[in-house]
């Protein structure tokens, strides 16, 4: 009787009692993914629910957050864009000056601007920096142009001011401006 308590034993419970070591060159078995061990409910893979839905409120506040950003990155892009473009405009209003200036330009000892004299001149241009003669509705840049003789070199020096306001349509309140200064010697003296 004790032989076979002894057999029963070491077949059966081989290799899977802590105390005992299993047989030379045999691993034990692992439990199977359905299979219940000491009465719990078999293994399954997958999320829970609550799972399920922390993972969509961090989605959730990720895609909010972007597209909180998004209509601050649409202006930031259009304010430097309008801000290229006057800086281009103002440019080409000094190329403009400057012609016009050194054409009447007298070569006395001072500066004649004849019927330029200091009299600001007002341009149009649209949003795509087109100038727009005559002044249409959808004009959007106003370039005010304007020369006066410098203080310290008045019959050597023209100071040169370009004036860009954006838009050129709304109310002073919400316009853009900004103030671009250079200026012109004269060296033929």
């Known amino acids: 009787m004790k032989r076979l308590i ?8 081989q290799g ?3 105390h005992r070591p299993h047989k030379a060159g ?6 199977s993914r359905g299979a219940s061990l000491a009465g719990l409910a078999p293994l399954r893979a997958g999320f829970t629910l609550i799972e399920v839905m922390v993972a969509i409120a961090v989605v959730a506040i990720g895609l909010t957050a972007v597209l909180g950003l998004l209509p601050g990155a649409i202006q930031s892009g259009r304010t430097a864009a309008d801000n290229t473009l006057a800086a281009t405009l103002a440019q080409d209003a ?3 000056m400057r012609r016009q200036v050194l054409a009447l330009a007298t070569t006395g000892p001072s500066w004649s601007l004849g019927p330029l004299g200091t009299t600001p001149s007002i341009t ?7 100038i727009n003669t005559p002044p ?3 004009r959007y840049f106003q370039v005010t142009r304007a020369w006066t003789p410098s203080s310290l070199m008045p019959n050597s020096m023209l100071i040169l ?18 103030i671009f200064v250079t200026e ?3 060296y033929n003296q």
């Open 184 to 186: 012109i010697a004269r």
């Open 161 to 178: 001011t370009a004036t860009v306001t954006w838009p050129a349509n709304a109310p002073a309140a919400s316009q853009n401006s900004s």
């Open 94 to 96: 000094f190329a403009s």
């Open 136 to 138: 249409l509705p959808d």
């Open 16 to 18: 899977t009692s802590p």
């Open 26 to 31: 045999l691993a034990p078995r692992p439990a």
């Open 124 to 130: 149009y241009w649209d949003a795509a920096g087109v």
């Open 6 to 13: 002894k057999n029963a034993m070491q077949k059966g419970c």
